[in-house]
């Protein structure tokens, strides 16, 4: 789904909900760089894991109130107000106060649009470190211990007051580098090698896709890119759905484990959709799949507390012939 705002339109973004907790956040991601080691490339749609850069960071502040993209206006997975800075490549500084300008919340989240790794538990530590402490922000460092101020999580009204010092400074904000606000500002830090991760080169986004390859991460990687691109906000038990898929294909057929999964899904659908309609429908086939398992180790023999069958006649129990490919 995608939402498409005009840049330079103020409040066009979905603002706060009511009763919302007024602890929430904004984000502001800055998309519009020249990615100049990348030859040019538009970064911010380059695909790592089936997914586009931006749509990855998207994911990560999904939680926020509103979520400010500045850029060229593209396709998103998720919907987004757009803003662009004057003029048009007018470096961080530039891009970071158009962003702002669309935001409500006193505490602001500020990403780059190339974090492939970045998760929202990240961002719910940098929120989480900036409420506790009396600092104007907390960014993370990355393995070297260098700051990353594009990765952090800041108290807006700082930023404005010295966005608005810097700019009458200088007169305009355009081509100012990012560390003339961060030098003003009183910041706290969190390591995070992983989250910190950017990809400003081809080798850095080689690097990304072999590493949501490996075994420890590509299941989560793929659920995820999944659910993107249909859609789906739902958090499941992923484990239990994949011991219901194992019983199945154990205790029936193998084909049975992708069928079952399936149906679960349409089952949970039918009944409202959530985690408790998954978790209800995955227990139910989950109890089948046993009972199934239970009567095929059995053979002829009743399960316990049971009465014998009579055979009626000359028929069998169950006269239903074996169709299966290597019945014999």
Same mark, same amino acid.
């Given at each position: 789904?995608?939402?498409?705002?005009? +840049?330079?339109?103020?409040?066009?973004?979905?603002?706060?909900?009511?009763?919302?907790?007024?602890?929430?956040?904004?984000?502001?991601?800055? /998309?519009?760089?020249?990615?100049?080691?990348?030859?040019?490339?538009?970064?911010?749609?380059?695909?790592?894991?089936?997914?586009?850069?931006?749509?990855?960071?998207?994911? /990560?502040?999904?939680?926020?109130?509103?979520?400010?993209?500045?850029?060229?206006?593209?396709?998103?997975?998720?919907?987004?107000?757009?803003?662009?800075?004057? +003029?048009?490549?007018?470096?961080?500084?530039?891009?970071?106060?158009?962003?702002?300008?669309?935001?409500?919340?006193?505490?602001?989240?500020?990403?780059?649009?190339?974090? +492939?790794?970045?998760?929202?538990?990240?961002?719910?530590?940098?929120?989480?470190?900036?409420? @506790?402490?009396?600092?104007?922000?907390?960014?993370?460092?990355?393995?070297?211990?260098?700051?990353?101020?594009?990765?952090?999580?800041?108290?807006?009204?700082?930023?404005?007051?010295?966005?608005?010092?810097?700019?009458?400074?200088?007169?305009?904000? /355009?081509?100012?580098?990012?560390?003339?606000?961060?030098?003003?500002?009183?910041?706290?830090?969190?390591?995070?090698?992983?989250? !910190?991760?950017?990809?400003?080169?081809?080798?850095?986004?080689?690097?990304?896709?072999?590493?949501?390859?490996?075994?420890?991460?590509?299941?989560?990687?793929?659920?995820?890119?999944?659910?993107? @691109?249909?859609?789906?906000?739902?958090?499941?038990?992923?484990?239990?759905?994949?011991?219901?898929?194992?019983?199945?294909?154990?205790?029936?057929?193998?084909?049975?484990?992708?069928?079952?999964?399936?149906?679960?899904?349409?089952?949970?659908?039918?009944?409202?959709?959530?985690?408790?309609?998954?978790?209800?429908?995955?227990?139910?086939?989950?109890?089948?799949?046993?009972?199934?398992?239970?009567?095929?180790? !059995?053979?002829?023999?009743?399960?316990?507390?049971?009465?014998?069958?009579? +055979?009626?006649?000359?028929?069998?129990?169950?006269?239903?012939?074996?169709?299966?490919?290597?019945?014999?």
């Amino acid at each position: 789904m995608t939402a498409y705002e005009h +840049p330079g339109e103020p409040g066009a973004g979905p603002g706060p909900a009511q009763g919302e907790d007024p602890a929430g956040y904004d984000a502001v991601v800055l /998309a519009g760089g020249a990615a100049r080691r990348l030859g040019g490339t538009d970064k911010p749609g380059v695909r790592v894991g089936g997914r586009a850069l931006l749509d990855r960071v998207l994911a /990560a502040c999904a939680g926020a109130r509103s979520t400010v993209v500045v850029a060229a206006p593209r396709p998103t997975a998720r919907p987004v107000t757009w803003a662009r800075e004057d +003029p048009p490549g007018g470096g961080p500084l530039a891009a970071l106060d158009a962003g702002l300008g669309h935001t409500t919340a006193e505490h602001v989240v500020v990403l780059s649009a190339d974090l +492939p790794f970045l998760r929202d538990a990240t961002v719910g530590r940098l929120l989480s470190a900036l409420r @506790e402490s009396g600092a104007d922000g907390v960014l993370l460092t990355d393995p070297g211990g260098r700051d990353q101020p594009l990765v952090a999580a800041y108290r807006a009204p700082r930023l404005r007051e010295e966005l608005a010092r810097l700019a009458g400074r200088h007169g305009a904000l /355009a081509g100012l580098p990012l560390r003339r606000l961060t030098a003003e500002l009183n910041l706290t830090r969190v390591s995070d090698p992983v989250a !910190s991760f950017d990809c400003d080169t081809w080798d850095d986004i080689a690097t990304a896709r072999a590493r949501i390859r490996e075994h420890g991460h590509v299941l989560d990687e793929w659920i995820s890119a999944v659910k993107d @691109e249909l859609g789906i906000d739902l958090d499941v038990d992923t484990r239990g759905l994949l011991d219901l898929a194992r019983d199945a294909a154990h205790g029936v057929a193998r084909p049975a484990a992708p069928l079952t999964t399936f149906l679960v899904g349409y089952a949970a659908a039918q009944a409202g959709g959530g985690p408790e309609a998954v978790a209800e429908a995955a227990r139910k086939a989950a109890a089948l799949a046993v009972r199934w398992e239970e009567e095929s180790a !059995s053979g002829a023999q009743p399960l316990a507390g049971t009465a014998p069958q009579v +055979p009626q006649g000359d028929v069998a129990p169950d006269a239903t012939p074996d169709t299966r490919p290597d019945a014999g």
